[in-house]
């Protein structure tokens, strides 16, 4: 599966389920990814974000904001 994020004023960001683990939770969209020992953690708040859309085989979802 792939999520993008699409950020108010236009940019927009998008990851792999194999490589990151996506979560959403009351405080916005959390993405840990792992790289080799290196572990980077990313929080994108929900007053950031105009658009999710996640995208994999048989499934497809769009959550606006």
Known sequence: MRTEIHLVGGEHVSFDHAESDVRMNHLGVEVVHTEGDDV??????????????????????VYKF
């Open 40 to 61: 980077i953690r990313v929080l994108f708040p929900w007053t950031r974000i105009e658009r999710v859309e996640q995208r994999g085989p048989g499934v497809t979802a």
